[in-house]
């Protein structure tokens, strides 16, 4: 069945293909009197935006939103807002080719298989330019945020592409948006220049991790026992184009520590608040949140449109060779910031959402107090 | 906001705590004509039993499942089944001194920040023992899926017990349940015994990682977007409790691979249908099964409850120290097996019921005749 | 599809037949901190029982409601509540007869059609017995309720018994609780008496109307558009067993009046919030309660299990002729009185939480004042 | 909580103002391969479309629809379809003196009072232009049901406005097509054209029942408990805009009736399926439908927008009259035709979608056979 939804009380369903005349969110659920503005979301979107530079696909979509419903006046009124970005860079004739030919790596087959009837125009729905109409969502999801909670701030970056990882002991925030890959560590960044250069011009392209955190999130969001916080961020990011896998904390690097190495260790800080000796956990015990930093990774598949031959079959069923010609990003885990962002945006407010639903009060009240 | 149900239309609400009463399943949207009886489900039930072996916990739970609703002269008949487990070895008093003092990787303390009111007794709700009931929904939901689709066969194992990895050279499906680690091979077991013991006698533990394989899958199920199949696979791995990251396929080693070296290239096979040069997607592409292996990993933290002592705080704010006495797994992440497997099924069975809704037919059904 | 929950936050999965080992209510989603204990449970539940009187059905069930989870030392801990009531009273040799002929009215032939098996004793899964989960479901929502909003109140009472209604003129609130048949109008209440004596000596039965009042409640409940309250309100009493038509407020009359006579018009009362003229509107404007009294009726149908013979036929496509013995409600309308509260009970205190989840605050909280 | 949606598996999320960009459906959930172009949802909406008599609005709305997603040469993909209409005759100054009073009946009061901001033009979201959204989304779920079940046919009429009553004995379904009320009965249709002149003259407005009824709906879909084909009827007419009751059958007549007399008695038709000596149950019993018609009637209350003075408050507390000038529908139920044979539309496609994902096979297979 087509479940084009995801959010419990914060609910985005997106639609449309990447060849089509647009493509959108339909947001359901947001609190009225949030400020929000087409300006506003496009901020977020721009960031996505392909063509800014030599490492992602050079397709030049202007992704002009426009908010068609919900907000009036300049704030939100409560009922859905559809946001909608019009497609205007497609150049159908482009992918012609891939009209009988299976893709390895793409979903053409399993559309294919499973519908018996795909656009076949640019990947149609599983084209990752969905992802814009989830970035559109989060913006409104991150002015939710600022409304409700302002000390919750959302970071994403790239910690790895191909076999280059970066080095934390030269982790530096700042150096996040100055360079075209998100990247904390200058040293990296510059490699990794290199390295995609290479890999561009020989036709082929490199996966990437890319690492989610929000902070200022309070203590108590998420819950038992299948709609835990660290649950619902799972396949938030596991949704995403591409992705093949999702860590909370240590992640799957857990499985090698022992239990008195994995322990965050509680301790009571000078604002009457717990603070913890380690962060193993990713801020996250039981579903729910510890008021720590919320750490995700996931990965990044390499982009599967590369232009080295690949064997196939076609629609008849016969041996074929394909080369994905057209405008595609070399790594497109790139890109996929904004889009880690945004998810983390969306899942965070839903879960602010929920928890005054069961527990009443303003954001963050939990009645446990500690002291 | 409190949500315990899993699945869109194989739906498992699970409920009850480690020393209530009970526990239970209450499974909603099963196929009637089901044949199912208590023994079929207890038979998974008892692979997931504490106290089999020195590396479990040594509480000794019967885990005997009772069947209340929905099953009607040896069959289900389309309507709620009620599995329900008794808890009978509770030893409350065990547990008296986590009352007051929140055990470090535990959710002891998000629990009380969030809910002010907790039942501490052995974990209550957060308590692993809530498994046995995603173990009884599962076994239902083999059962459901060997009437609809008996050629799925699901199983799992583990891949590595802390820094230990099995070698895939030596992989022997036989091996499996030869072992008390379901382990795939012989020597890396070995090992793990050896590894194991030691931590327990030093009152330590260790964490592990689980890889769930499922074939027999057809083709075609899973939808875009958020109701991929990897997104509900996601979702329900990192709702176990002590799971920090899942993978599907190539998973986050992913992200160092080329768009080359990644492509699953296809080719006819003998059959008729679609085959791979490899697998590096899990059985899984823009979300919808490729009729290959579904291949899923977790990992799985240390247990939280050592003797080693940790540094905590109490409710009232004042440092601490705690020793988790009581029986505990030394590597939970063995018992996480049985648990990862149900999952499973009831994913792959909820996706199967999905899939016949929009497309007809009977399971597998799919339109796009590829030769 | 078999879905047997309802709510969108307070959510409530009924499960038993009504001659299995038991049946039950698991709720999820409840606040933590509720005051509960089986004792206030059963009080609503012991205003449901059958055999109280001559108006009702001979069974003798005990109804005795267990609490299996979700309740710590008689608080809701905010984890999923099971309430189970074990059916002890079912002479399943009673229904013997009803194997292979279908009875009119009922759904065994329904169930048979599209299951291809059912559980046919006393009607399985279809039972009005079902009904004892939602009063025990509804026990723990007022609870809840009594916490959250003190000042709601909720009362059914049955406004026409056959073609016999009440006089408005004469309501009573006090002689709702006198007689048996929660009456308001003692003179109404005395010719039902008669009427439904001569109705259960000829074997027959008579249909009913009821009404259920929701007082106290705030404004500001509701939404648009799906989840309006009355829109929750229709679906949560038409999914009572035999119910066929909900109205809200002045319900199907509303079709004869005019725009003059129908409008409420608006005052500001004494207290600073609007009264109304009049309340045509049951309350509810646009989805979202008034502030006035909540006003829902629905008409339940006479008891289809009658001893008057009646032509069906059998499994084998058989003509045949049926009479239905057995211990059944010769006006299974009056015990409806108790599930219509407890239906009302529920929805109102779901969209409590949900109101909450978007607007924050306390209950009842609404950004819009007036004056 | 804002709640858009409705529909289990066929989803619906309407979106939009009356006096925004434009309004539309999101539809998740479709079958993909279904015939359908803008035409074939323009011919529904050309049905509810205002400004065709003088008995409806004289607002000019072209709602001409457009298919943003989902649908790719002529077919549905299976993929969110967004069907999107614009709003082009808005003239917002019409409506600037219900800025600040409330009209009565209408949802301005409940608006501000929840939400503390709203769009005041014309109703904003309350509008019953929503419906517009309604009637495009039923126009593809026609289309669905044609290529899975073309024996179904839905057809809706008026059966009363205001205090007249249509004749049952002058019942001619030609009739409906040929008089500007949708009235099987040309006397009550003429009798009702006098009626309403009278009332638009004099500023006021009336009431109306609508009744629909889907034909050839196989037997065997719908479910317990609460995913009953009539809890979901009730629910999708007691959504629509001003409708005060909702009927299944014999509806609130029910109540009225003996067991005798209500008993709908079943023998073996000619072609080897059940029929029945009457349908008072409305073709659904025990919420699955038997095969025979499914009846619904609802009750839509009189236009509150009237130009005879109502007294009201303002948002500022003061005592104010209003009247209600623009244009507006003297009957609104005579529109509601076309919506509630949508609503019709998408629950039982909705529900055929629910019976395959159970119980598999074609449309209408129900394992259960009789004889």
Known sequence: MSINTFGHLFRVTTWGESHGPGLGATVDGCPPGVAIDEGAIQHWLDRRRPGQNRYTTQRREADAVRILSGVFEGRTTGTPVQLMIDNTDQRSKDYGDIRDKFRPGHADITYWQKYGHRDYRG??????????????????????????????????????????????????????????FWCPDAQAAAQ?????????????????????????????????????????????????????????????????????????????????????????????????STGQEIVVRFAVKPTSSILRPRRTITRSGEAAEIVTRGRHDPCVGIRAVPVGEAMMACVILDHLLLHRAQMGGGVGHTPGRIG
């Open 123 to 180: 990947g149609g729905r599983s084209s990752a330019r969905e992802t814009a109409a989830r970035v559109a969502a989060g913006g409104l999801a991150r002015a939710a945020l600022n409304m409700l909670a302002p000390e919750i701030a959302i970071q994403g970056y790239l910690v790895q592409i191909g076999p280059h990882g970066i080095d934390r002991g030269r982790f530096d925030a700042e150096e996040i948006e100055r360079n075209p």
């Open 192 to 288: 990794w220049g290199g390295y995609l250069d290479g890999l561009r011009k020989s036709g082929n392209s490199a996966g990437a991790a890319i690492e989610v955190v929000a902070r200022g999130v309070p203590a108590g969001l998420g819950a038992p026992v299948y709609g835990k916080l660290d649950t619902d961020l799972a396949a938030a990011m596991m949704s995403i184009n591409a992705v093949k896998g999702v860590e909370i904390g240590e992640g799957m690097a857990a499985a090698a520590l022992t239990g008195e190495d994995n322990a965050d260790e509680i301790f009571m800080g000078n604002d009457g608040q717990p603070v913890y000796s380690s962060n193993h956990a990713g801020g996250i015990l039981g579903g729910i």
